[in-house]
């Protein structure tokens, strides 16, 4: 190669090329400078990038310096979620650091300053006390049902009655006949065999009676009535219904003595309460709207046993009839039992016992008496700040 043509590159000047291969280099948007030869003018070239736009000037000389600058400007879209904290209305703490604790902050809107509860006393609380038919629960966060008792007791008497059944089990006694040589009784000759009700008794070697019989009257033996016992107990019931709900956690940023709690919900008394189990005069203080109340009801009301004596009144009725065969056919003869004295002439060879009973009769029912009360439970003494 000769020395013309090694001082171009391209057909370009190894010096133009030198500057346009750094230009190309440093692509757009970067500063950049170069030198042209010792002595020269100053040689600058500028890129700028707005919205991609880019510019480049360069003077040279001798001995001169060159150089070259580029600046950026544009939109450049960085967030940072710094997740600033939210105050914690129940830790007596600062935690939005806004240099207010609790219930200064007015991020604590549903919280509000009240008196601690004194000494012996239970709360603060959420109180309610109204109709059974609106009964709040204790939910957060008012979580603890420290009561649930109520007011005003309504519990009617037991009603209670006892009665018995009709007589039940009873048997009727069946006495043997007696005959007599006389005719008052008193002189007995022979006892006439007994046989079941309606079944027909034959009499060995036949009877030839000349005189008089007996023949006793059936008893009723044994035998109960059954129970009927009434029972009629309404439930006792509170006519108001008393709640208190505690648990939730208290903050601070209050007076001396005070805490932040939470405003209960509508449902309750507008006012926070205390409590305390017996009768007791209202602390001193904001707590002075005064409610006695009772810890449940205490319920013994009951019926007594109701129990039915021995059967009474029973009655028991028989007769036997004599027979002149040995089938108890041709009737000759028929004696009622009553127990009284009867005169007889008659020939039998057999006999029958017709019952009739037992029939009627009751039993004395005993017992199923009201007994028993029903009374308030321990009574509470709930004081709030109207």
């Not at 007995?188 to 309606?198: E, F, R, S, T």
Request: aromatic share 6%.
């Amino acid at each position: 190669m000769s020395a013309r043509s090694s001082a171009r590159v391209g057909g370009l000047p190894r010096g133009l090329f030198a500057l346009v291969s750094s230009l190309l280099a440093v692509g757009c948007g970067e500063a950049f400078q170069v030198g042209d030869g010792a002595g020269g003018a100053a040689a600058t070239a500028s890129s700028t990038s707005a919205g991609g736009a880019s510019s480049a000037s360069g003077a040279g000389g001798a001995g001169g310096a060159a150089s070259a600058a580029t600046t950026t400007t544009g939109t450049d879209a960085t967030s940072t979620s710094t997740g600033a904290p939210t105050e914690d209305c129940t830790n007596g703490g600062d935690d939005d650091a806004d240099a207010l604790v609790d219930c200064e902050d007015p991020d604590c809107g549903a919280f509000a300053c009240v008196e601690a509860a004194p000494m012996d006393w239970v709360g603060p609380g959420a109180f309610y006390l109204g109709s059974p038919a609106t009964v709040p629960t204790c939910s957060a966060p008012w979580t603890q049902t420290t009561l649930f008792g109520g007011g005003n007791l309504d519990a009617p008497a037991a009603a209670c009655s006892c009665s018995c059944s009709t007589p039940q089990g009873t048997l009727c006694t069946q006495p043997a006949v007696t005959t007599y040589a006389d005719m008052t009784c008193v002189t007995p000759v022979l006892q006439l065999p007994v046989g079941a009700p309606g079944q027909c008794t034959n009499v060995v070697g036949g009877v030839a009676l000349s005189g008089s019989l007996l023949a006793p009257a059936p008893q009723p033996v044994g035998g109960f009535c059954n129970p009927v016992p009434t029972t009629d107990i309404v439930d006792a019931t509170f006519q108001f219904k008393a709640v208190f709900c505690g648990g939730a956690p208290l903050g601070g940023g209050c007076d001396a003595g005070q805490v932040c709690a939470p405003i209960p919900e509508p449902s309750f008394e507008t006012g926070l309460c205390v409590l305390r189990y017996g009768d007791f005069a209202c602390p001193e203080g904001t707590y002075v709207a005064s409610s006695t109340v009772y810890d449940g009801i205490v319920d013994t009301r009951d019926c007594s046993a109701c129990t039915c004596d021995p059967p009474k009144g029973v009655q028991c009725s028989g007769k036997t009839k004599f027979y002149s065969d040995m089938v108890c056919t041709n009737e000759v003869l028929s004696v009622d039992h009553d127990g009284s004295c009867k005169g007889a002439n008659a020939a039998f060879l057999s006999l029958s016992y017709e019952q009739q009973g037992p029939s009627n009769g009751s039993c004395v029912p005993n017992g199923g008496v009201a007994d028993g009360k029903a009374a308030p439970g321990t009574n509470v003494t709930v004081c709030c700040k109207p």
